[in-house]
Structures are given as C-alpha cells and as structure tokens.
C-alpha cells in the first residue's frame, strides 16, 4: 500500500481534478507528524495492554500455584486426619472385643469401662478437630455414633433393661402368693437400676470431652433416643414386663430413666432437658405403658382372696402411672373402661359375697380407691347401680325391736358407706326414710299403744338414743348427721 504524505489538501484539489495545486510544506510536514504521532501512540497502548495482561496473568497463575499448594497442604492434613479417624475407629473395634473377653463379676463395672474408653476416644477426636471439620466429616450423624453406637450395644446385653431378677407368669387366680413369694424374695422387690447412674456419669463424661454444648445435646440425645430408650422401650413391650405384676419394676425405672438425664450432662440447660424427657415420655409412656394399661384394663377379671375382697384391684396397678400421664383423650377410654370394670367388680362380689356388710365393706374398698379420680357423679352412679338396692334389701330386712336399742351393723355400715363420700344424699336419705325411719316410727309407736300402762322410760331412752344416733353430738357430727337434719321427713319424726 501506498500512503499518501501529502495531506488532506491533496485529495481535495484532486476531487476537483485540480492536478497544478500546490500542497503548503507546513501542513503537509504537521500531517505527517500527527500521523505518526497516532501510529505510535497506539503501538504503545497496545504494548501497555499487552504489559499489564501479562502482569495480571502472572498473579493468577501465582494465586493458582498457592491455592494449589494450600489444597495439597489441606488434602495431606485431611489424609493424615482420616488416618488418625481410621486409628480411633480402630480403636472402638478393640473396646468391643476387649468388652467381649472380659470377665467382671458387676456389670456396672463393665460399663464403667465401656464409657471411659469411649470417653477417651471422643476426646482423642474432638481435640484433633476444628469445628469446621467436624461439620464437614458429618460427626454428629455418621462418625460419632459409628462409634458410640456399637460400644454401647455390646455392653448394655449384659444389663437387665428393668431389672427385674425373677419371672412371674401371672395367673389371675393366683395372685396373692405370687405377691407374697415377690415380696418375700425380694425385699420387697430389689430392684437394682444403678447401672443407670454408670450410664449417667459416663455420659456426662462424653459430653464433657465434646466441648461443644450443641454437639454435646446431639450426642446425648443419640445415646438416649437411639440407643437405651429403645432398648428399654422393647423390654416394656415384651412378656418380661407385666404391667399388673410388675408395676413397681416399670414405675422405678422410668423415673430412673428420667434422672438419669438430668445427671446426664450436669451443664445441660433446664430446657433441653426438658425437650428429652418429652421424647421418653412419648416412647415410655405414650406408646408403650398406656398402650399395655389400656389392655391389661379391658382383659382384667376381679378374684376375691379368702375373705371375698378383691385380691387383685385395679388401683395398685394403674394409679402409680396416672401422674404420668398427660394424653386425655387416652386417659378418658381408660376411665371409661375403668368405669365398667368397677360395675362389672361389684356384680361380681354381689354373685359370691353372700353376706351383705361384708359386701358393702368390699364395694367401699374398691370404689373408694377411685373417689378422686372420678367425678363424684360417676361414683355416685356406680353405687346406685350396685350396691344401693342390696343395701335396701339388706335394710328391709333388719327389725327395729324395742327391747334392742342397738341400732345393728347394717344401719352403722350404711352411715359410714355414706360418710365416705361414695353415696348420694337422695340415696342415703331415700333408704333412711324408707327402711330405716317407717320401721323404726312403727316400733315406737306400738309401744306407745300397748294395753297395758306403756314403759314410759323405756320410751324415752329408745328415742333418745336413736335421736342421738340420727342428729350426731355437735363435738362428733358427721356428713350423715348433717345430711339428716336438713331432711324434713327427719325432722317432723323427732
């Protein structure tokens, strides 16, 4: 290519086909200049881009290089710290066999070592490991309880869940002497649960070495939720636990169970506490002891000792766990067949009690054992059903005699079934009235009406003492006496 040196000038005076036009050597000299001038300063530029591109390639690539050394320093740390994992894993692997072969007369023992080697093992791990790495090795849900897991499982075999060192196969008709044997062996029942303030101190221990207070709640709550609940749980819900033999035995150890978490972790906050006893209640409670309650309650059949009272009443069984209890939907099934159960207990004493103020003493005990629990309704209207008309019939038939002042144990056994609170006032004074009052009207009348001059002293003492026994002393006046002298009927007869 050829340029033209010339200028602007040029060209124009060409356009113009001006071909004698003389270019001025000062323009012709400053666009040469210019041009050049432009020619050079764009070289340079391009040579500054290219200077500072190459600059700025040189500091990535030495960013790189690092980031690079840094990954392999980072990779060679990683290896060497799965090595010292793989070490302790290995470690945990010669706890459990070492656990296997040992041979320790007391289980706590055993225990006992099972948590000082993992407590060992925890720290070795937690001392080794920043926060970060832990996150990013998933200690809390893979790495630690790989461990804690197996260490756990290969001792807790050797403990009793419930310690409970006999085996009972309850027979309903036979309850009493299985009692007594239970009683009698075991003073009274030994239940042996200090294994679980082992297992607290242990764990305490663990969560100690952790360090961390949210990955000492993760640990606990792993040890409990996914190791000894369960383990407890499944004994519950086995043959082994009788809820109506063994009540004892289940009662002290889930209320063992729920100390234990509080001596667990001793600076654990009132409030995550709290969170894991309400996942053992839930597991304990909920779906293992109401559950065994709730059938025990409905196949439950009522057997009288030698003296025709309930040997085995529903009451021992079932009223330790009620403050346990918190689900009232489950409690008022419960209730309801507690209900029928009771109705069913007092027809049945009623077919083989033949005597009446043995009955009515018998249907006392039992029905009185539930007086706070049910509404006084609900009791009321038990005793209406079942005992009040036996009680009519029995009082139909006692004489009130003149010669006999005493007012005979029929008519003092109604006072006092009353005076507990287990029957109405319309009940009460209904029989009183109808039995009790007409027939004794009756008596004092016909001995007012004798033919002969009548004992006006006699008189006077027979309805005193009756006056007495009726309206109570003001030192001595019980719910029957104040019951009665708000009676109109009552009244106008005295």
């Known amino acids: 290519n050829i340029i033209d040196m010339r200028g602007p000038s040029s060209t124009v005076a060409e356009d113009k086909s001006q071909s004698n036009t003389v270019v001025p050597l000062g323009e012709e000299l400053l666009h040469n200049v210019t041009l050049l001038l432009n020619t050079h300063e764009s070289q340079l530029r391009t040579s500054s881009y290219m200077v500072k591109s190459t600059e700025r390639k040189i ?11 840094n990954r392999k320093e980072g990779i060679d740390n990683r290896i060497t710290k799965m090595k010292f994992a793989v070490e302790v894993l290995g470690e945990a692997e010669k706890l459990i066999v070492a656990m296997s072969t040992m041979m320790k007369d007391n289980d706590c023992e055993k225990l006992d070592f099972a948590m000082d080697g993992l407590n060992n093992i925890l720290a070795k791990l937690y001392d080794n490991f920043s926060k970060e790495e832990r996150k990013s090795l998933n200690f ?3 790495l630690v309880p790989s461990i804690v897991q197996p260490v756990i499982e290969a001792v807790i075999p050797s403990l009793n ?19 007594e044997a239970v009683i009698s062996s075991l003073n009274p029942l030994a239940i042996e649960l200090t ?26 709550e792993m040890i409990f939720t996914d190791i000894i609940v369960p383990w407890i749980s499944t004994a519950m819900n086995s043959s082994k636990w009788d809820p109506v033999v063994n009540v004892e035995v289940g009662l002290k150890t889930h209320e063992a169970l729920l100390t234990c978490v509080d001596k667990s972790f001793l600076g654990a906050e009132v409030e995550e506490n709290k969170l894991l006893k309400h996942v053992i209640h839930l597991e304990i409670i909920q779906n293992c002891v109401q559950p065994k309650l709730q059938r025990a309650v409905s196949y439950w059949k009522p057997t009288l000792d030698e003296n025709n009272v309930v040997s085995n009443p529903m009451h021992l069984w079932i009223l330790p766990w009620l403050h346990h209890f918190r689900n009232e939907s489950a409690l008022g099934t419960m209730f309801a067949d507690i209900r029928r159960s009771l109705k069913k207990t007092s027809s049945f004493i009623s077919k083989h009690e033949p005597d009446d103020v043995a009955f009515f003493r018998s249907c006392n005990v039992t029905l009185r054992a539930w007086q706070k629990l049910f509404e006084e309704s609900n009791i009321y209207s038990l ?5 009040t008309p036996r009680f009519a019939r029995c009082l139909a038939r006692v004489p009130i005699e003149f010669s006999r002042i005493s007012h005979g144990v029929q008519i003092n056994t109604l006072f006092d079934y009353f005076d507990t609170g287990l029957m109405s006032a319309d009940d009460f004074l209904s029989l009183f009235e109808g039995e009790i009052l007409a027939s004794w009207a009756y008596t004092l009348h016909c001995a007012t009406l004798e033919e002969n001059k009548p004992n006006l002293t006699s008189i006077a003492k027979f309805y005193s003492v009756w006056k007495e026994r009726v309206f109570g002393q ?3 006046c019980t719910k029957s006496h104040l019951a009665l002298r708000g009676d109109l009927m009552v009244c106008r007869h005295f």
């Open 161 to 179: 869940p419930l310690a409970i060192q006999f085996r009972i196969d309850a027979r309903p008709l036979d309850l009493q002497p299985v009692i």
């Open 140 to 142: 809390e849900s893979t």
């Open 195 to 220: 294994w679980m303030d082992h297992l607290a101190t242990g764990i305490d221990k663990l969560c100690i070495a952790v360090g961390s207070d949210s990955e000492a709640y993760s640990l606990r």
């Open 383 to 387: 005793t209406s059903e079942s005992v």
């Open 59 to 69: 500091v990535s690539l030495e960013e790189e290089c690092n980031e690079m050394i």
């Open 474 to 476: 003001l030192s001595k």
